[in-house]
């Protein structure tokens, strides 16, 4: 399933987008959460491929990321275990560069394709030397998302959005991923400064963090990624079934939003 077609036709029906997240490996029923996810009406499911130096992370994705990486979780062994979950929405790998390197940018956009994933964030691959990720991403069918961040200059907006495939992930503040009280007051400006240059999906994520925040976020942009609320309910032992409740919270929050606007 192409992530940024499924994405344009959940959104130019109506729909607000709900991107929760999972980090990979996090528990032995870790898959589950992609499943109760996509029942809950996630539009897509993000999964993070943890990593020991996770730099733009905060300390929930990091503990996740940690006691993942714990449990023996890898990269390969995640992919695999994607495989035989048949998700009915698109997945988008989340990973950092240095994983990619260590395999290759084909053979990774490779091993990403056989498992079903439909796309891939690197945050921390720099847009100057993206272009061999690009090719090898195109080469596989893999839509890799781009970041845009509120330093982000008009010029380099433009092309970030031009060049980034599914959608484009504005990143809502200067700083790591983490809950947050309120949503950073330079989201709005930067998801409208995004979408005056693009008709492409834009999602907003970091610390978009309860329902309310959701619905701030969807006046300006398309959608949302919620990784760190979820997991920190999931680090504190709460299963896949219980979370459910948490992301159709925000799918009502959103669809009562969008039926607000007609
Ligand atoms: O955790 P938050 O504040 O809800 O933000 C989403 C974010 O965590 C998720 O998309 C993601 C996890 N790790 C990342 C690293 C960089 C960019 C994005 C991410």
Redesign the pocket.
């Known amino acids: 399933m192409n992530l940024e077609t499924h994405l344009r036709a959940r959104r130019d029906a109506g729909h607000k987008l709900l991107v929760p997240?999972v980090t990979g490996g996090l528990s032995s029923r870790w898959p589950d959460y992609i499943t109760a996810f996509e029942a809950a009406g996630a539009d897509a499911v993000?999964i993070?491929l943890p990593f020991s130096d996770?730099m733009?992370?905060?300390a929930?994705?990091q503990e996740a990321s940690d006691r993942a990486l714990a449990r023996g979780a890898t990269a390969r062994g995640i992919l695999e275990e994607l495989a035989r979950l048949r998700a009915n929405v698109p997945l988008v790998a989340?990973t950092y560069l240095n994983l990619v390197v260590q395999e290759g940018p084909d053979a990774f956009c490779a091993a990403l394709r056989e498992a079903g994933v439909a796309g891939l964030?690197v945050?921390d691959a720099p847009l100057e030397e993206a272009a061999g990720l690009e090719a090898a991403s195109v080469r596989n069918g893999i839509d890799l998302v781009l970041?845009a961040a509120p330093s982000s200059s008009p010029n380099r907006l433009a092309e970030i959005a031009d060049r980034s495939r599914g959608f484009v992930?504005a990143?809502s503040l200067m700083g790591t991923?983490?809950?947050r009280t309120d949503l950073a007051e330079s989201a709005a400006k930067l998801s409208l400064a995004i979408k005056a240059v693009t008709d492409r999906p834009t999602l907003l994520?970091?610390?978009?963090?309860t329902p309310a925040h959701a619905v701030e976020a969807a006046r300006w942009a398309d959608g949302v990624?919620?990784?760190?609320?979820l997991m920190c309910r999931a680090l504190d032992g709460v299963p896949p079934e219980g979370l459910a409740p948490d992301v159709a919270a925000v799918r009502r929050a959103l669809d009562d939003t969008a039926r607000s606007c007609h």
């Open positions: 997240y993000e993070g996770p733009l992370d905060g929930t994705i989340m964030v945050p970041l992930y990143v991923t983490g809950e994520g970091f610390g978009v963090s990624v919620i990784a760190s609320a």
